[in-house]
């Protein structure tokens, strides 16, 4: 009965073996079937020094052997492979647990057949070490191959011979002749072992996006398979892409990890012993540890190359890394590899990679192994470190676009929620505004630039400002779009943008809004009825030569007046108008859960805005805008209009007297009649039209002062013998707060006192 024999060979992505299918493209092992009697498989030649060549047909009886890839030893010849096999029975590992990570593996071994030739016996060995999923960790989803051969022709019974769990017959490990303690990973047999290894250990690690997950995969990934404990060290601060460190070369441990406890032989886990190998790694050693130039440290270092601490320089590198008060115990012999992390362009840490004494020590191919996860890891830490850097520019970029706190306007109370569309792209053309102005109004302002690039906030950084300087100028909504709008055209032919703008009188309870493009507004009223406003489009902003328009509503106390972006609304899911039906009826059913005398609290209920996107990924930023009227009662409100004469001021004294005691505030009259008499006097003297005056009392009580020029007064040191310029002086030592703002007719000079 012929004897069926599984082998597997390496295969190039580019040439397919001759008589089989197509090579795996990621540089899978191909499997095939080779019948005993059989000519060998093709060997492979390397013509003319080609890395890819052909399978060329292999004479009969011919034996070619195939060159070893350069840095990885050559593989034991036929004759020996074969005479170490029949000397030794197949053996299966038992598989290191760690952390909840298990893993079988069940490994037959065959007898070659006859007249195949050895090339075809390059597959894994029966004493390779368990199969490891991704990351190198036992059992880390990929499942164990288990290879089982047909029966030999003349066994007993027609049975094979086959081994299973457990320690090879007679307890022996085959290549030191010693038994294997329960829960230990075999070494790794051939270099095969080795390159499945660091193929799925460097697939973890660059799994890893940020500098965490990085250091965590290298850890996961080389415990157990590869080390009992390893630890890494990094440079601290670490560089970022080609800037040059300043100061010395500073090492932190960043991360330890190690196998926390071993199996027994009847499999009750117990503690690892605490001399060879202490419970906390970080515990026992410098957390940070300076490189003196020229120092042992700093050689191996500077030799990049992995090396193990058997000799006098190694071993003086690794003391001086781990510190000379170190409570860590180190193995004897070759079982600590000291490997440098070299990044793109200088070495930014350290990896120590230690086997308890029990454990086969670490072989010279170890350190090709060693090399391979400093190098993944280097490079991944550098590249981690520059995404860091990106994301906290684009963080600042936003938070320095978007306004940092909103103000505290007399007469409205205001919230804001800002959400990028996505955490990889933190940055947008979303933006959204609330400016005081004179007369206790506001200007409230939402915008979206098109696009989620860094140009768009950038673009929206200075239609932001644009924003902010012209309603500085109190023009009214729509010559503020009109004027974004020629802002954006020079900004490029290809800029658009959509805003909305709003100015809120709470004296009058009115609100004047334009609209250039945006989704309109949806006000809440105090009963629970939600109404979107009947706004005019308009254009985008960009577009030109469109003319705005404006229109004045009523704000009734007690309304919320909400204003977004289009990524609140709009979706691959539903159109913009399903979504705004969608955000009234939401703030209806929110609204009616507090009554109809009590309105939603405004935090919460923006809370609960956003709480109707759902969860999964945004397809645009949102912006939004809440706003409670709240307004100023009538009877908290007087206004006087005055001829600018010299009367004036002595008539304005009086008129503030009154007032003050019909509000009950005599405490402030003494210093609002001083201040009043000196904001007037200093109109009457430049104005030619009726001078306005006009007190509010809310939380504090604010006086305002307008004329129709429009020079805005500055305060200046009088000198003794001058007998004005001391207005302005008072007005900043007694008032809690002053200013002057520029409007179209003219200007307004306030101050404000403190009630208490």
């Not at 038992?94 to 037959?108: C, F, G, R, W, Y």
């Not at 520019?393 to 940092?404: G, K, N, S, V």
């Not at 507090?594 to 709480?611: I, K, R």
Request: net charge negative.
């Amino acid at each position: 009965m012929d004897s069926t024999r599984v082998t597997e060979h390496p295969t190039s992505f580019e040439h397919s073996q001759t008589g089989t299918g197509p090579a795996d493209a990621h540089g899978a092992l191909l499997h095939t079937s080779v019948s005993s009697g059989a000519s060998a498989l093709p060997q492979q030649s390397r013509a003319g020094g080609s890395e890819h060549s052909q399978y060329l047909s292999a004479e009969p009886g011919a034996h070619r052997p195939r060159p070893a890839p350069e840095g990885i030893p050559a593989q034991p010849d036929a004759a020996t492979r074969t005479a170490e096999a029949t000397a030794t029975e197949a053996m299966a590992v038992e598989p290191t647990t760690t952390e909840a990570m298990t893993t079988e593996t069940v490994t037959a071994e065959a007898e070659p057949a006859e007249g195949a030739s050895s090339e075809a016996g390059t597959g894994t060995d029966a004493g390779a070490s368990p199969g490891t999923g991704d990351g190198g960790t036992p059992g880390g989803g990929a499942s164990a191959r288990t290879d089982t051969e047909t029966p030999r022709a003349g066994a007993p019974g027609g049975q094979g011979r086959r081994s299973r769990r457990g320690l090879p017959p007679g307890g022996k490990e085959r290549r030191t002749g010693r038994g294997l303690p329960p829960g230990r990973p075999a070494p790794m047999r051939r270099d095969g072992d080795r390159l499945r290894f660091v193929g799925a250990a460097t697939r973890r690690i660059a799994r890893g996006m940020d500098l965490d997950e990085i250091v965590m995969g290298l850890c996961r990934a080389t415990v157990p398979t590869f080390s009992d404990a390893i630890l890494v060290y990094l440079r601290e601060p670490l560089p970022v892409g080609d800037e040059r460190p300043t100061g010395p070369l500073v090492l932190r441990l960043r991360r330890t990890d190690r196998i926390p406890v071993e199996r027994g032989a009847d499999g009750v886990y117990v503690p690892s012993p605490v001399p060879e190998q202490p419970a906390a790694l970080s515990t026992v050693t410098s957390e940070l540890r300076e490189v003196q130039p020229g120092s042992a440290l700093g050689e191996v270092l500077r030799g990049v190359r992995p090396v193990f601490t058997d000799t006098a320089a190694s071993r003086a590198a690794l003391t001086e890394l781990l510190g000379k008060g170190s409570r860590l115990t180190l193995p004897d012999g070759r079982r600590t590899i000291l490997a440098p992390l070299r990044g793109r362009r200088r070495v930014i840490g350290a990896a120590l990679f230690l086997r308890r004494p029990e454990r086969h020590a670490f072989e010279p191919d170890d350190l090709l192994v060693a090399a391979q996860l400093a190098t993944h890891s280097a490079l991944g830490i550098d590249k981690a470190v520059l995404y860091g850097r990106e994301a906290y520019i684009a963080d600042e970029l936003q938070r320095t676009m978007l306004p940092e706190t909103l103000p505290h306007p007399t007469g409205v109370r205001l919230a804001s929620r800002y959400l990028p569309a996505a955490e990889t792209a933190r940055v947008g053309g979303d933006w959204y505004d609330a400016i005081p102005l004179p007369g206790s109004r506001v200007a409230l302002v939402v915008g979206d630039v098109m696009g989620h690039s860094m140009t768009s906030a950038a673009i929206m950084g200075q239609l932001r400002t644009t924003a902010q300087t012209l309603a500085g100028l109190d023009l009214p909504p729509q010559e503020v779009l009109h004027h974004l709008d020629e802002q954006a055209q020079r900004l490029g032919t290809d800029r658009m943008a959509t805003c909305l703008y709003a100015v809120y009188d709470p004296v009058n309870h009115r609100i004047t809004i334009a609209n250039a493009g945006h989704p309109p507004p949806v006000l809440l009223h105090l009963g629970g009825r939600a109404e979107v406003l009947q706004v005019p489009a308009g254009a985008p902003i960009g577009v030109g030569g469109v003319d705005f328009e404006a229109v004045e509503l009523d704000a009734p106390a007690g309304a919320t007046l909400f204003l977004y972006t289009d990524g609140l609304v709009e979706s691959r899911l539903r159109d913009v108008w399903t979504g705004i039906e969608q955000l009234r009826e939401r703030l209806q059913a929110t609204a009616r859960l507090t009554g109809p005398d009590h309105p939603p609290p405004l935090e919460a209920l923006c809370d609960e805005v956003l709480d109707m996107l759902g969860p999964g990924d945004r397809d645009d930023d949102i912006a939004l805008l809440a706003a409670r009227f709240d307004g100023i009662a009538p009877s908290d409100v007087v206004c006087w209009s005055l001829d600018p004469e010299d009367a004036a001021p002595g008539q304005a004294r009086r008129l503030a007297r009154r007032t003050l005691e019909r509000w009950d505030l005599p405490e402030l009259t003494d210093s609002v009649e001083l201040l009043v008499s000196e904001v007037v006097t200093n109109a009457v003297r430049y104005a030619s039209r009726p001078i306005t005056l006009r007190l509010l009392r809310t939380d504090v009580l604010r006086c305002e002062v307008g004329d129709d020029v429009p020079q805005l007064p500055r305060m200046r040191q009088a000198r003794v013998t001058d007998e004005e310029g001391r207005g302005l002086y008072l007005v900043n030592k007694m008032a809690r707060r002053w200013g002057a703002t520029r409007l179209s007719t003219g200007k307004v000079v306030w101050f404000e006192m403190n009630r208490s």
